[in-house]
């Protein structure tokens, strides 16, 4: 199969000629029609992320069809259109993963590439209202922000909602999820451009990160908000706690801009404030994602679609930021 390898730390993806996976028992085979990108694929490529193996596939998010089980007690999955739940081992424990958990894409080989081999238990009906682009956009970025939004930080209908730095491909989801969820949603971006494009997603504002003044925007605008889901977390992140309402939830995923420096304590905790971490999300949290996606009939925004040939042009418009939603590699014919 045709697969684009990474072979070090700083190194482009190389398209290679890999041998075809062979699924074992309780595995499948999915020839795969789309995949995106996360910017786990970028920290992996700066050598920033746990657990780095070379050579390796990239890649977490994939959609496309199973062309090949290790068990015959599986044959009803052969043909069937699927997308790929990237949380390999999460565990019994709905608080936290396994230590033994890991995310497709490294170590196991991912999803750039034509074929990806998984366990049957991750395989789940592609939603039929999303082209391939769209279903592939969808598993990671909709598992993390489906666990911090409502899991973690259990946002309700009615309550005022902040997400930061919209043009990221788990933000924008968030939004999606918080609007269809009956929250009022606020955001900010690097772009004016991209806040005016969440305003017509169902947005009712925002403010540009980049102006001194956006915390003093957003309260002029919104109040206080209950909920906040950031994964910008750097000095930013202090400011957060300025615009969250008595009692509201921070909750986070990344840290993009590094380490929180000067949080001061006394904001915090006279605020009554709640601080959450959030990584990616239980087999549970997935179905119910998948269940929340079907029935609101989301469709997760593809910013823009590379060609399997085209990954390190790909990786290059997501270091760049230039992106509004996922990036998105169409694999095959
Ligand atoms: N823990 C987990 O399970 C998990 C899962 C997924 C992602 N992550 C992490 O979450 C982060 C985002 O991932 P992603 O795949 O959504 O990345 P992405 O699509 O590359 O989005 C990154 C976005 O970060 C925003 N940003 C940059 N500087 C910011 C700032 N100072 N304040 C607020 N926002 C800022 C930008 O938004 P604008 O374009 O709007 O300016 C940018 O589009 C990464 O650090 C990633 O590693 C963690």
């Known amino acids: 199969m045709l697969a684009l390898t990474i072979n070090g730390v700083h190194q482009p993806l190389q398209l290679k000629e890999l041998p075809d996976p062979q699924p074992a028992d309780g595995e499948a085979v999915v020839r795969l029609r789309a995949a995106a990108l996360n910017h786990r694929d970028v920290w992996i490529q700066k050598g920033q992320y746990a657990g780095l193996r ?14 090949s089980v290790g068990n015959p007690q599986h044959a009803d999955w052969l043909g069937r259109e699927v997308i790929v739940n990237p949380g390999l081992g999460w565990g019994d424990n709905p608080h ?67 997400v930061t730095g919209v043009g990221g491909g788990v933000a924008l ?40 003044d956006w915390p003093g925007q957003l309260k002029q605008q919104a109040g206080a908000f209950d909920v906040i889901v950031d994964s910008a977390a750097g000095d930013g992140f202090a400011q957060l706690v300025d615009v969250a309402a008595g009692g509201g939830r921070i909750v986070f995923y990344g840290g993009t801009r590094g380490a929180i420096n000067n949080l001061v304590p006394g904001r915090v905790f006279w605020k009554q404030l709640t601080v959450l971490g959030s990584t990616m999300g239980s087999d549970a949290e997935f179905a119910a994602m998948m269940e929340f996606v079907n029935e609101k009939k989301l469709v997760p925004v593809v910013s823009r ?29």
């Open 173 to 212: 989801l968030v939004l999606q999820f918080a609007v269809a969820a009956g929250a009022t949603v606020y955001v900010t971006s690097g772009s004016d451009e991209k806040i005016q494009q969440a305003v017509a997603m169902g947005a009712a504002g925002g403010a540009n990160y980049n102006h001194p």
């Open 54 to 67: 070379y050579p390796a596939v990239l890649g977490s998010d994939g959609a496309g069809v199973v062309s």
């Open 305 to 333: 679609v590379f060609s399997l040939q085209e990954g390190n042009a790909a990786l290059e418009f997501m270091k760049s930021s230039s992106q509004f939603g996922k990036i998105v590699l169409v694999i095959g014919g």
């Open 96 to 162: 936290a993963q396994a230590a033994s958990f890991t995310i497709l894409g490294m170590p196991e080989n991912g999803t750039f590439a034509e074929y990806v081999k998984v366990p049957v238990q991750n395989l789940y009906a592609k939603p039929p209202h999303l082209s391939w682009e769209q279903a592939a956009a969808l598993p990671l970025a909709g598992l993390t922000g489906y666990r911090a939004l409502f899991s973690r930080a259990g946002a309700q209908c009615g309550e005022k909602v902040l």
